[in-house]
């Protein structure tokens, strides 16, 4: 599935966030266009909205091993790694598996990226 296919299947699913993401200044740009749908599920997480938190990650879940790479990149990175469950840390119980340990990793990886002088001297050379 690649970026279009992706969007596409994502707006009919979520509707409502269909202007945000279809906007003329994001067409094209899968991360901005993620970045919104990260907003709208922030929002259910901080809200305590748990069935389209689940719907939301079950969406990604569904979908994550039939698109292409710049697609699941995105996900990984603007969505994923974005997702913040400090107001309603219950939420983080609806990952599926796969997700949750992708999430893990990345926030493994942020933590030893601010502690690993070694790793930032090298991650700021390049």
Known sequence: ?????FINTLVDVFPEIKDD???EDNDGLISLQIG???K???NAIDGDDLITVKKCFQFINDNIEKVEYNVENSIYLSFLNKLSFDKNPKAEKLLPKKLLSAKN???NYDISK???V???K???SL
């Open 105 to 107: 990793d990345l926030d």
């Open 36 to 38: 919104y749908f990260k």
């Open 118 to 120: 070694k790793l930032n």
């Open 114 to 116: 601010k502690t690993n």
């Open 1 to 5: 599935m690649n970026n279009e296919e």
């Open 21 to 23: 993401v279809l906007d």
């Open 122 to 124: 090298f991650l700021d």
């Open 40 to 42: 709208f599920v922030q």
